[in-house]
Nanobody, 123 residues
Framework: QVQLVESGGGLVQAGDSLTLSCAAS????????AGWFRQAPGKEREFVAA????????YLTDSVKGRFTISRDNAKNTVSLIMNRLKPEDTAVYYC????????????????WGQGTQVTVSS
């Protein structure tokens, strides 16, 4: 079992930067991948970015490419989402997810989820 805790959310203005962190604890697996998803009010939870903890491969959805970066720190069991040039459309609750299947973009491939952290971008 893995526990995930997100932090770093807050209220910022359009164009600002914000970094989210996900801290993992509990049992780890030989292949541990992490993903970031977000959910705006009244909308489906959507994929943002994913990274393979041990392989170093990463993938980001088109809407955030060039603005967001996903990174890892295996020694600290953390994964971060570095968000630059934020837009009001980025406003959502951001969730960290983890799974043993490797890098995936679908929600069903992840086994563990954090409780989310709110990101609000004002115009």
């Amino acid at each position: 079992q893995v526990q995930l805790v997100e932090s770093g959310g807050g209220l910022v203005q359009a164009g600002d930067s914000l970094t989210l962190s996900c801290a993992a604890s509990g049992r780890t697996f030989s292949s541990y991948a992490a993903g970031w998803f977000r959910q705006a009010p009244g909308k489906e939870r959507e994929f943002v970015a994913a990274i393979d903890w041990y392989g170093g491969n990463a993938y980001l959805t088109d809407s955030v490419k060039g603005r967001f970066t996903i990174s890892r720190d295996n020694a600290k069991n953390t994964v971060s989402l570095i968000m630059n040039r934020l837009k009001p459309e980025d406003t959502a609750v951001y969730y960290c997810a983890a799974g043993i299947r490797g890098l995936r973009i679908d929600r069903g491939s992840y086994d563990y989820w954090g409780q989310g952290t709110q990101v609000t971008v004002s115009s």
